[in-house]
């Protein structure tokens, strides 16, 4: 399945991910991601592990994606 992940998303798992890498990942982010996460996940209609999984691989391995 492929998914057309808004900007706003995106750039928030990238942050995220960002923060990961440095060992600086903040509640805050964690739960703005988990958050905006499920609300792409529910009005998809898709499940949301679904969901966050496509949108790690889209941010973190974006060369799987082409």
């Known amino acids: 399945m492929t998914f057309d992940f808004p900007a706003d998303l995106l750039a928030l798992e990238a942050r995220a991910w960002t ?21 792409y996940a529910t009005a998809a209609g898709i499940g949301r592990y679904e969901v966050e999984m496509a949108l790690k691989r889209a941010v973190r391995h974006p060369a799987a994606e082409a």
Request: hydrophobic share 45%; charged share 20%.
């Open 19 to 39: 923060e990961i890498q440095a060992g600086t990942l903040t509640v805050d982010t964690a739960e703005a991601v988990h958050t905006a996460v499920g609300e």
